[in-house]
Structure formats: C-alpha cells, structure tokens
C-alpha cells in the first residue's frame, strides 16, 4: 500500500464517520447543519424568560412541557448582528453532551431549511483561517449545490464555559 493510498483511506474513515442526515437552518444568508442525531425537536418561538448575570447570547429559559430549557441564540453565540424574531424564527432544541451528562438546550436560529443526507466524500475539513482563530466547533464543510454548508459540532458550540453553569441549573 502506498502512503498516498493510506492517506486517502484514512480521509474517507473519517468522512465516513461524519456523513449523515443533518437538519440545516440558515442565519444571516449563510447556511449551517447540525447532526440530526443530536436534534429532540423544532418548536416556534415562544416567550422566553432572562436569567440574570448571564452573558449575551444566552436569552434566557423556557419552560417545555414541565421542563425548564436554557436559550441561546446562536447569532449571538457566533458574534453576528442581532435581528429581530420574525415568523419563520425558531428554537432546534439539541442535547448536548456536558461533563454534568447529556443536557437539553435551545438554539435559537433564523429558519429551518431541510433535512439533507450527506455522503462523507461531499465533507470537506474545515480550512485553517490561522493560528488565532478557533474552529473546533466545525466538524466539516459540506459541498452542496450552489454552494457550502458549514457542519456544526454541536457539543463544542455550546460546552462553553459561560453555558456550563446554565446548563448544570436546568
């Protein structure tokens, strides 16, 4: 086996592990997906109640069928502008996997697009943007018609140091 042959077994191993279905929802004209394992369900936006002393992105809690979910809208959470909640808004309630277990929090995002199957050859990595940039949180970029989708890990999105204190209360 050549070292070229290795190389390209050992990328698509691990496009492999990353294709899937994967809901995909939009903000500011750019489109995003998330694993659809990792996705309980998709509500409409409903009044959210503030938490104080918390930063920014995270808009509060709401209370979903008894049980108390911290919201964080991902605009904010990515450093975009804020806009306002319109009809087509809405909250992708994920479980994410913290140090406490397997918590549920909402993401608040401008709309939902589809739920898309991707194959692993169609995944790109995510490209180095330099040493001061974090991307961690990508898991991949996929290549669709028309353009990119970028694929959020989830888990690294939101297992953040300011949401471990929201996410242990809930």
Known sequence: MTKSTESAECVG???RD?????????MQN??????????????GMIPVTPVPQTPEFVKGVVNLRG????????????DMEAVDYTER????????????GIVLI?????AVSEVLNIKGEDIEDTPTFG????????????????????????????????????????
């Open 89 to 100: 808004t809405c909250i992708i309630v994920v479980e994410i996997e913290t140090q406490a």
């Open 18 to 26: 990353r294709e899937g279905k994967y809901l995909t929802f939009c």
């Open 13 to 15: 191993t691990v496009n």
């Open 106 to 110: 909402g993401i608040v995002v401008d």
């Open 131 to 170: 040493k001061g940039l974090d991307t961690n949180f990508i898991l991949g970029m996929a290549k669709m018609e028309g353009g990119v989708k970028t694929l959020l890990d989830i888990d690294r999105v939101l297992n953040h140091d300011n949401l471990a204190p929201l996410a242990n209360a809930a």
């Open 30 to 43: 750019e489109e995003y997906g998330i694993s659809i394992l990792k996705i309980k369900e998709i509500i």
């Open 67 to 78: 049980k108390v979910i911290p919201v964080v809208d991902l605009r904010l959470r990515f």
